[in-house]
């Protein structure tokens, strides 16, 4: 209900608050995306994003066949900033098997 009202322009959502589940595939209309931080807790420490897991969340801003074919990236500390910029130029590593 909350990405249908959000993606509906009518709707007067426009900030969508999210932790970094938003990387999890939902089509949603963004156009900005801005890290309140780079760190998350883990179960039971606190750890830093990774390249994939910065990569992920940032392509949900600017998609195809979305008001917003290009995104924005930004962080609200600006000492984040280097570190995400280079996830972003950075290639993932391409793994070479997985099983279940």
Known sequence: EQARLFNDPDSGYDI???SDAIGM??????RRIIFN???KFH????VRLSHSEIKQISGRAGRRNSPYPFGEV???DPRDLAYIRQCLSTEIEQIDKAAL
Do not use: K, P, Q
Not at 25 to 30: A, E, R, T
């Open 43 to 46: 179960g039971e420490d606190v």
């Open 16 to 18: 969508l608050v999210a």
């Open 25 to 30: 595939g939902l089509n949603l209309n963004i």
């Open 74 to 76: 930004t962080c609200r």
């Open 37 to 39: 931080s780079i760190f």
